[in-house]
């Protein structure tokens, strides 16, 4: 029996109280993330119970965590950061890989009331300073391997008092503002004060892209915990003894709503690997911890259908009980495989960095349409708008703009420093996803592209613009214009057109230069994954690059109204 | 033809420039993909420069994460195409 039982039935009854109620929760109360991931849990008197097994690259580093000694490292972390004078408010960036460091530490930070700003620990240094700028980051913590690139940009960014190393080991010599933390070394915290934060509290911090401008930073508060339980517990089904795997970098919203809160609130036991992808590697990983509840991504299910179903059969993954994706739409012929050839499917849901919790969803127990992003969410009310008029759309399967009333315990606040590009959200009283799609006959949505320029790779968004800027950086650039280019694995990828300034010629070795030059800059899914040399960009008589041209050339679409072009 | 271990000292040394943050004690033995040092789209530019370096062309179905997980296979996968 799935948590949501009767899907029509909660759509009738559905109040968030029930949330409220089952975590213990009355408005007006403290409601601090991390307490309820780690003290409530044990309070329950799952003290003892596993919350983490942790695996790095090699398979015999497995380490586990019970609850109580996550309640205990999280206190730990929390009482070394409020010792270095970090308050509630203040701005922490956790920039490591997926150690268990970052996970603990997440509950530590948010323990002392103190704002998580997790980051992808394959930001290149100008990535990162663009975000830890706008946040006005007090304290990083990391590890060896990723503190160079903040020692890079360190001297720009005044607000920055401490970097902390959590994997020193007391060989190299610590450099400017950096400081030595160990959690296996530092003398555990039995008890912590929690800072007693409210439901408007700021939480996390995450930073995602758009069209124009610089990545914004999506302000999440404490209350949003109340649609990651429910969500957790009814679209993704987990259950008490369920072993579960997300797959998502917690530097991505999906690893901290769904990889830490969601789980560690219901007091789910969860698995996570530290490496690289490899479809082995996953496989043998699902078997060897008996997974049940798996979380993943498009692009990493039809990585593994690449790798053919012949791999699949020399694994038992008969522990699997339920499958969810999420990141970008899920193909139809992925459901298909996975029901055929891992013996279940994997149930589609959607969101975004600014909504917090997953707002449609194939639910279990509901019958799944492949290629559907499923239905609401119980208690969201979702409409599709005219794109030019912004008025609802009844029409059955007609393209509209995804719209939400703005009313659900995880949505965004704001961005940080930025209310004007927050209010731009919003039209008629409708929330703007900046996405399109259609609804059928039973309720069931369609997704089918943005309503912008922004490139989803792997599930992530990248900004033209961002890479726009970056390249012309290079000393050879001279005008640059970046689209999403169709990509069968990850969907979209980046694809740059570049002018070069007098003096450069156009060669392969240069087009592997300026990919590595993004690559390094910003970040591996960022640097375009093809360079094409071109005489001139297409521009509007106003100059502007029209980007949508070399989109419509990429994806064999109809080049639309030129009327605006340059005439040269 | 090239010689296998100047090869391979070749590409150790490119991975070393381009993907480790810091001097991080690599060999021709660690795994680069399944241990998260080279990810599947920096893949892209590994592949490229193996390509323009050795004026090969690997198909894309045999460049694989597996193919490329340590240096070692990555330069047998050269060889083949050389």
Known sequence: MSNIGSYDNRLHDFSWKIAEQELGYRPGDTINIGWYCSDRICQLGKADKIALIWEGHDENSTRTYSFNDIRILSNTIGAFLRNLGIHDGDRVCLFMDKIPELYIGLLGILKIGAVVQPLFSAFGDESLFIRLENAGTKAILTTRQHAPKIQKILATLPDLQYIILVDDDGTKALKAKEIAFSLDRALPVEHLDVFPTKAESPSLLHYTSGTTGQPKGVKHVHYSLISQYLTAKWALDLQEDDLYWCTADPGWVTGTSYGIIGPWSLGITQCVKDSGFSAETWYRFIEKHKISMWYSAPTAIRSLMKAGDNLVKRFDLSSLRHLASVGEPLNAEAVVWSEKVIGKPFHDTYWQTETGSIMISNFPGMKIKPGSMGKVFPGLTAALLDPDTFEIITEVNKPGLIAFQFDWPARLRTYWKNEETFQKKFRNGWYLTGDRSTIDQDGYFWFIGRDDDVINTVGHLVSPFEVESALLEHKAVAESAVVAKPDEVNMEVVKAFITLKPGFVASDELELEIMNFIRKKLSPLAMPQEIEYVDTLPKTRSGKIMRRLLHAKEWGEDTGDLSTLEND | MPDSNEM????????????????????????????????????????RFLELKYKISIPDERATPEAFDNVTKIANLVLEFL
């Open chain 2, 8 to 47: 391979k000292k070749t590409i150790l040394q490119y991975v070393i420039d381009e993907y480790a943050e810091e001097d991080s004690g690599l060999t021709y033995d660690t795994p680069l993909i399944s241990g998260g040092l080279v990810d599947s789209f920096s893949m892209v530019s590994l592949k």
